[in-house]
């Protein structure tokens, strides 16, 4: 577990031995819609390597600044502190290997750089790794697990919480302690049309929201009141059903 | 299976079945004992991870739709006091009026979510323990608290006294009742603010209030319902429109789910014998409270929380 965590820091970036050549990339589908209902968020990635190969899947989420509170001791409650704000950080960040999980010391005897969550003076110790941890927490971080294949491919999962934007998926093959390959690809997450409207809705115009909210809830209350009537008549009880928990 | 809704103005998603499952579960309970049970459609919603400000807004807005058919029935039977409707609504508006704009400044300096929580921890822990209390007792064949201390009283009791020495004297003619306006307005004001934190309607504080100055349950019955759909509506609009916190989407799973819910749970009352599964509510209450303690009071899984609630 403690390795698992420890490779939630890890952002590969690159070797900095010999260029690598270029790796294709496959993905299942170059943009994933996210709509009122969404059944799936799987994008299937897939790469050519030689037997013996091990390979590293990587998803990114498009960076963002973030605020944040930490949560501190009052009495015995843990209540919201001080604000610290992050710049540049990854929305999402998932990491999968092939054929086993990858391993940190692949990625360290490699020198693979990690890219630094904030750019804040005083955050790449502590502050990085409780960033680390609020992700996971929301799922926004992990590492996924390994597919069980003949070829090399990794099945990222988009979190539920995945923001729209442009994500990258990229790929490295290593071979013995050389990354011998190395590919890229993007991905693009937007919110359906419906989504969108509704967000804009409630974000743009509140006021026009408000009276939208309102007078569903009461037509959807109304017409329902009206469907439990018709059904109260032919034998239930209405008394009990005009409360559906108010 | 894996149906998520995103919820566009919490900023999360979450599993589409597991909301319209609590909108069951609760409306299921409202049918069952015949009493509102929304007070648990907020704990459950922070317990899946809505923000607790979102959670109580959104149903606001579900609390109009529940229940605006039964208050619109009541309306046209002629089921409410017209006078007694209008002190509640008085109270009720500048209520939920106040308790938004205390909700408003909460966010401000980013505690709202702790503010919600709390007041449903007060909530949840009293109205389990006292649930709990008078199912034990039940269950022992004996009466609940408040039919003993009636019983024994042997001078009248204090509030009738007080309210009676209360200024601004109105008469509710179709109850045929006497009292202060100062007490319709009060308990309207108390439905107004607990609408504005919790989303709760106030039904369960409304209906026994309207009694103890005299109303008869019919009217009492009618007349809180018809404040309960209009202060939520006022509480909705004004959450919505100032502040942005309420999910429509939320609102409208969790009353899909309500409604089948609460006729399946009418169906399952007239089977079984609520008073003796009203501890079950009891136990159910008091869960979703010790939940909520449990959240603020053990060491979180993340030091670092968004601000807001927002996007992670």
Redesign the interface.
Known sequence: MTGSFGLLLLLVVGATADEPRPAPLELSRDTVVLGLFQGSRIVRATTEARPGARVVFRLIGPTASLRTRRLRRLGVLWVKGEVRRFRSVPSVLRIHGWPERPRREDLERHRLDWRPLSRRRGAEGPARRELVAMKRASGLYGIGPSVASAEPSAELRLPADAPPGTYVVTVHVLEGETVVAAGERQLVVRRSDAMNAVRDLAQHHPALYALAAVLLALGVGLLAGRLVGLLARKGASPARTESAGT | ??????L??A????P?LLVMGI?VL??G???FY?????FL?TPLLISIGVPPVVAAASCA??????????A??HGRAGAFDPRAVLLLLAGGLLGGTVGVQIVGWLREI??A??AVTLVYIGLLGGLGLHLLRDSVLELRGEKPVCERRASRRLRPPLLPRLLAVLPFRVHLRRADVRTSALVPVTVGLGAGLLVAFTGV?G?ILLVPAALAIGIPVHLAVGSA?LL?CLS??NV???????H?T?D??L??V??LG??P???L???I??RLRADQLRILLAVIVLFAGAKLVAD????????????GGG??
């Open positions: 299976v894996d149906l998520w809704i995103d566009p103005v900023g999360t998603s979450v589409l909108g609760v409306g309970l409202s049918g015949g009493v509102g049970a929304g459609f807005n579900h609390c109009v739709a529940a229940s605006a058919s039964g619109l029935a980013d505690q979510d702790l309607g039904g319902l309960v939520a509506l909705t609009f004004q959450h919505a429109a100032l942005g309420v429509v989407l609102a409208l969790l009353f309500s409604v819910g609460a006729r749970g009418a169906w009352g007239r603020l009071v053990l060491p979180p899984e993340a030091i670092l929380v968004p601000v996007p992670r």
